[in-house]
Structure formats: structure tokens, C-alpha cells
């Protein structure tokens, strides 16, 4: 299930808000922002089994600012930031964790990287046709069976 269904709305402009101060957008490096509504919908799309720390995170960061992080001055956020990395524990890495992991599977990102968007395959990103020496490693082991 999406987590668009599993967080509020001020829980998922929360999420923007931190997230842009994770990593902000780059204009010398032409990246993205991890507030960028494609990465954005990427960690929405994926939360699955991190949505209940993502959201206790994002409450605890709503309980520090004492209302939406957005509408905060930027010293004021700043110092939010820093109790909340200080003192959110499991729930804050597990956002930060997130974010990263979002951030850095976006395809204009891996370009400015200058990596491929896409699974690196051996021989410069292809598998000839027939060739399976790669497997060789593996017929070498001796067999083993195990019980489905």
C-alpha cells in the first residue's frame, strides 16, 4: 500500500520540508532537490515497512517545530533540525535513511554521478547472447541439494 494513503497531508509537507534540507537542489551540479515531487513520490510510492517510523519521525519533528517545518524562519528550522537529529533516534535515521535511499536511485542523479540509469551488466552494460562463462564459478561447486 502507497503511504500516500498512510500520511497526512502536513505529515507529507513535512517530509518535503526536511527533505529539501537533507538535500537541497543544485543548480552547478543541474540535480534536484530531494523535495522534488518525483523523488518525492518515489518515497511515498516505497515507504512499505518504514511508514510507522517514518511517521513517528515526522511527529516528533512537528512536536520540535511546534507546527509545520515549511512556515518556520530558517534559523528556526536549523535548530529544529538539530534537536531532531539529536534526540529522534531509530525514527530519524530511518527518515534520513529514506530520503538517501530515494535520492540517490533517481535517474538524473545517478547522470550526475555519471553512472547509467539502469542494472550494470558485465562487458561495458551487455550479456552477449550464449555467453555464460560467467556462470563457470558456480557449475564448479560441487551440487548441493536442500529440502523445500
Known amino acids: 500500500m502507497s503511504a500516500d494513503n498512510q500520511l497526512t497531508r502536513a505529515q507529507r509537507d513535512d517530509l518535503s520540508a526536511i527533505a529539501a534540507m537533507i538535500i ?13 515531487p518525483a523523488i518525492q513520490a518515489d518515497m511515498l510510492a516505497t515507504l512499505g515497512r518504514d511508514t510507522a517510523l517514518v511517521r513517528q519521525a515526522l ?7 511546534g507546527g509545520p517545518l515549511a512556515e518556520l524562519d530558517a534559523a528556526k528550522r536549523d535548530a529544529v533540525a538539530q534537536e531532531f537529529r539529536s534526540s529522534g533516534g531509530v525514527a530519524a535515521a530511518t527518515l534520513v535513511r529514506v530520503v538517501l535511499q530515494c ?13 547509467e540509469p539502469r542494472a550494470p551488466f ?10 555464460w562463462s560467467l ?14
Request: hydrophobic letters at 30%; zero cysteines; proline letters at 9%.
Open 24 to 36: 537541497p537542489a543544485s543548480d552547478e551540479y543541474n540535480v534536484p532537490g530531494a523535495d522534488d
Open 59 to 65: 511527529d516528533h519533528l512537528r512536536r520540535l517545530a
Open 103 to 115: 535520492y540517490y536511485r533517481d535517474d538524473r542523479v545517478l547522470r550526475s554521478l555519471g553512472l
Open 122 to 131: 558485465p562487458k561495458g552494460h551487455v550479456l552477449e547472447d550464449g555467453d
Open 135 to 148: 556462470l563457470d564459478p558456480v557449475k564448479a561447486r560441487p551440487a548441493s541439494l536442500r529440502r523445500a
